[in-house]
């Protein structure tokens, strides 16, 4: 099993709804990072928790929000998906520096 | 300006080469430098890290630092089809909150 998961893998979705993406670990990092990847842009971070009690905005937050249920679970949710938002989407896991990723999760907004 | 930077690419080489990938940075308080492989469609793998100035090898890889100049590069040696793939550089600065940020990374591709 891998030691970061993601859900769901793939998904399509309407403009304006509501969506959440889901990821657990369990490498017993206390960090952990939502990231946004788009073509040539590369990795851009999203937001960040160092423990349960912890959140912090990314260089994108703007029209995301994040919930930290337990030291290893972060949610991501989008409160009113727009196309601009379709990317494919990482969470990861750390210790001090390094970073572990999940699978991944495509989103498509259309 | 990107605090991480790295040419696009690709870089073409030939099977059994030499493919050198490069990564500057911005930030003198770097401390810590990751490189991560990236097959497409697929999620990043770290392969290497690096704290200090020099060389570091495993296996066919060496990651070699210089921060007086502000870059670290990826060396693979008698690269291989496989080896085909997006490098990521990350850098994580000290005294911050310690999160790697990312290049935008270079697209290899070894040719038989």
């Known amino acids: 099993d891998a030691d970061v998961t993601q859900t769901p893998r793939n998904r399509i979705t309407k403009t304006g709804k509501r969506i959440m993406l889901e990821c657990s670990q369990t490498k017993g990092h206390d960090r952990m990072y939502w990231y946004r990847q788009d073509p040539g842009l590369g990795l851009r971070l999203i937001y960040y928790s160092f423990d349960v009690k912890d959140i912090n905005k990314g260089e994108i937050s703007d029209g995301y929000s994040v919930s930290r249920q337990a030291q290893a679970k972060f949610s991501l949710s989008l409160e009113s998906a727009i196309p601009n938002q379709t990317a494919l989407y990482f969470c990861?896991?750390?210790?001090?520096?390094?970073?572990?990723f999940g699978q991944g999760t495509r989103l498509t907004v259309v | 300006q990107k605090e991480v930077e790295q040419n696009s690419g690709p870089l073409s080489v030939p099977e059994g080469a030499i493919a050198s990938l490069n990564c500057t940075y911005s930030?003198?308080?770097?401390?810590?430098f990751f490189w991560y492989r990236q097959y497409s469609g697929k999620s990043p793998e770290l392969i290497m890290s690096i704290y200090s100035n020099g060389d570091k090898e495993d296996g066919r890889f060496t990651a070699q630092l210089n921060k007086a100049s502000q870059y670290v590069s990826l060396l693979i040696r008698d690269s291989q089809p496989s080896d085909s793939a997006t490098y990521l550089c990350a850098v994580v600065i000290s005294g911050g909150s310690y999160i790697p940020t990312f290049g935008r990374g270079t697209s290899l591709i070894v040719h038989p």
């Open positions: 930030d003198r308080g770097s401390q810590s």
């Open positions: 990861a896991t750390g210790g001090a520096t390094e970073a572990f």
